[in-house]
């Protein structure tokens, strides 16, 4: 498989799940400035213009976020990046992951656009805060399910990651700076990060 990413955005969950999951595969760089990579139109790949694009083997391309992770574990059973298909777990599973992907990222994504006004933006930093304040209660051990990992936690921490460029002061949360340590000290957070020219 062939992941389209772009350096720290979100499809960085998407390469850490992969990099969990022990699969085979290549990365892509977009330019999400201009849509291109490797000189060639990002829109043939993915009409929508964002990253994550995944390539499968076939040559089909799966896109959103979330999917893909889901995805990339079901592909991998033996990591353990979900709980099994039918189990409450599952079901707890991917209701973080759609919380990262709903309200986390998309509550984020705004922030990014320099058209956007600032008293606006303020208005989602108060909404964040107010999920921030609620994760830290929730997140009581290693990870958001306890301890196993899932992919939800690369995404949470995909996401977390954006609070210094974004101006959002993590301190103020120090459950979801501990948080943050607990995933970046895995291996496949670690190789990741490296592979997108992050560290
Ligand atoms: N719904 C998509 C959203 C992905 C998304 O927001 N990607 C951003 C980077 S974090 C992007 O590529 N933006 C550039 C664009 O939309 O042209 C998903 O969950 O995968």
Request: one cysteine or more; glycine letters at 6%.
């Amino acid at each position: 498989v062939k992941l389209y990413y772009s350096p720290a955005a979100c499809s960085l969950a998407s390469h850490i799940a992969l990099n969990e999951s022990g699969l085979k595969f290549t990365l892509e760089k977009v330019d999400l400035a201009s849509h291109k990579y490797g000189g060639k139109d990002y829109y043939q790949i993915n009409p929508k213009g964002y990253v994550p694009a995944l390539e499968l083997d076939t040559g089909e391309i799966l896109t959103e976020n979330a999917v893909i992770q889901m995805y990339v574990a079901d592909q991998a059973p033996k990591a353990n990046l979900l709980p099994k298909a039918g189990t409450p777990e599952r079901y707890r599973a991917l209701e973080w992951l759609t919380f990262v992907s709903t309200e986390i990222h998309k509550g984020l994504s705004p922030l990014w656009n320099p058209k956007f006004p600032d008293d606006a933006k303020q208005i989602l930093k108060d909404r964040i805060a107010q999920r921030y304040d609620w994760l830290s209660k929730k997140l009581t051990g290693k990870y958001l399910l306890g301890d196993p990992y899932t992919v939800a936690d690369g995404y949470l921490f995909t996401v977390l990651n954006w609070s210094k460029p974004l101006h959002i002061d993590l301190t103020k949360w120090p459950v979801l700076l501990g948080f943050c340590e607990n995933v970046k000290a895995r291996p496949a957070t670690l190789k990741s990060l490296k592979e997108e020219g992050l560290v």
